[in-house]
């Protein structure tokens, strides 16, 4: 089946510096992925639409100059978190569907827990 | 705006026990429903509804949508404690290529 694949699984940095986290799709092109940010004991809320070829979409309330999506090919899509703060902590998910069955379930990376010092 | 609720937010049972997750929706033209687990990475595929009435059962778990009154149930029977995790329901509609999750069912199962 699809798989998603999410690098790193864990990540731990100093306030101020830059973190990049990476999303590919395995054995499907995913011309369109999503970034969500789930904080302990809730929901997954979506963060971004990432588009291969344009610019991502930002969901409300959500700083694109701070958190940075570059879609540059059909099988990768990266989130920087710039000049990350321990409010940025958290559990950052990405996930894409496999647009050969568009109807079908969103394949869903590891995940990447950050932890900013 | 799409929305997801789940209920309850926890709940606690002990092995052997029945439990009922629901999940209600509003949403523009709705397109699937579906069920994750998540343990403590991302969350595992369980089911996807897109019919009335029609149930999907995957051994101890099953699952059904009523599109008419917009909730979707799922049971899991003969819990484990394995079973423990967080259950989201989250709904795809055809206004937004993205998930809209509900804030999921916290079940805890005791041996």
């Known amino acids: 089946g699809a798989v998603v694949s999410q690098h790193p699984s864990w990540v731990i940095c100093k306030s101020g510096t830059s973190v990049k986290i990476e999303c590919r799709s395995l054995?499907?092109?995913?011309?369109?992925m999503f970034w969500y940010r789930q904080f302990p004991k809730q929901s997954l809320m979506l963060m971004a639409t990432s588009n291969e070829g344009s610019k991502a979409t930002y969901e409300q309330g959500v700083e694109k100059d701070k958190f940075l999506i570059n879609h540059a090919s059909l099988t990768l899509s990266t989130l920087t978190v710039t000049s990350a703060h321990p409010e940025d902590s958290s559990f950052y998910i990405c996930?894409?569907?496999?647009?050969?069955?568009?109807?079908?379930?969103?394949?869903f990376g590891q995940g990447t827990r950050l932890t900013v010092v | 705006e799409d929305k997801v609720v789940q209920s309850p937010l926890s709940l606690v049972v002990h092995e052997g026990d029945t439990v009922t997750l629901n999940c209600s929706y509003e949403?523009?033209?709705?397109?699937?429903l579906l069920w994750y687990k998540q343990e403590k990475k991302a969350p595992t595929f369980l089911f996807m509804l897109t019919s009335s009435g029609i149930e999907k059962k995957s051994g101890r778990l099953s699952s059904i949508l009523d599109k008419k009154e917009l909730f979707s149930i799922l049971n899991i029977t003969a819990t484990q404690t394995g079973d423990s995790a967080v259950y989201l329901c989250a709904v795809h509609s055809g206004s937004a290529r993205q998930l809209t999750f509900g804030s999921g069912t916290q079940l805890t199962v005791l041996p």
């Open positions: 996930s894409a569907r496999d647009p050969r069955s568009p109807n079908t379930e969103a394949f």
């Open positions: 949403v523009t033209n709705f397109r699937s």
């Open positions: 054995d499907f092109q995913a011309t369109t």
